[in-house]
């Protein structure tokens, strides 16, 4: 089975601080995603990468950034948080060549 | 915009009964479909897709048909249980682009 982990199931984090989001797949997919999830506005996408050390901008990329290093560790970066990024952050992976996404647990960061 | 939605934000059923969640999309030239489920505190899980060139695809108790012409995706759950109680979602995609998702139908289940 595909398995997606992040770092952390929550967090609480202070205004200006910065904060990484760590993602792992361990299924040699070349494809990684980052998610927020908010009540009534369904999943939006952030950045994603399709290959090692590459990125692209999703719907909503302002205020964040990402780094992919190694192919199965995907990182999301709040430079420095606001209020307005409490939410739900998933991470997903697919494998080149196939549409379907497998998402890891979720990360409910508080930003107070 | 173009958007992917869902019919209805909740649904209720008694257990054993079959469900029936709906989605509309608006893009035809969407080619690949999706189904998740969301349990309470947990990620989405992949459930069923199906492509376009075919309208109907059978799995485990769940089945998707797709209505090209309405531009209508539907998650079949046959035998409802306590334990399909989520938030189901279903997401387009169009060649080139990343998936859109829709934003959710909470499906309650009674015994």
């Known amino acids: 089975d595909v398995k997606v982990t992040q770092s952390s199931r929550y967090l609480v984090k202070r205004t200006g601080e910065k904060v990484f989001l760590e993602c792992v797949q361990d299924?040699?997919?070349?494809?990684m995603f980052w998610y927020r999830q908010d009540p009534g506005l369904g999943l939006r996408l952030i950045y994603f990468s399709y290959d090692v050390k590459m990125k692209e901008k999703g719907d909503i990329p302002e205020g964040y950034s990402v780094s992919r290093e190694k192919k199965e560790r995907f990182s999301l970066i709040l430079e420095s948080a606001s209020t307005n990024q409490t939410s739900m952050y998933l991470c997903?992976?697919?494998?080149?060549?196939?549409?379907?996404?497998?998402f890891g647990p979720g990360t409910r960061l508080t930003v107070t | 915009g173009e958007s992917v939605g869902l019919h209805l934000p909740t649904l209720s059923v008694q257990e054993g009964d079959n469900s029936i969640i709906n989605c509309a999309y608006s893009n035809s030239a969407s080619d690949y479909f999706i189904w998740y489920k969301q349990e309470s505190g947990k990620g989405p899980q992949f459930i069923i897709d199906?492509?376009?060139?075919?309208d109907k695809r059978q799995g485990q108790r769940v089945t998707v048909l797709l209505n090209k012409t309405v531009k209508h995706l539907s998650l079949q759950i046959a035998a409802t249980q306590p334990g399909d109680s989520a938030v189901y979602f279903c997401?387009?995609?169009?060649?080139?682009?990343?998936?859109?998702f829709g934003k959710g139908t909470t499906l309650s289940v009674s015994s």
């Open positions: 299924m040699d997919h070349e494809n």
């Open positions: 997903a992976s697919s494998p080149t060549g196939r549409d379907e996404q497998y």
């Open positions: 199906i492509r376009s060139n075919m």
């Open positions: 997401a387009e995609k169009r060649p080139g682009t990343a998936l859109i």
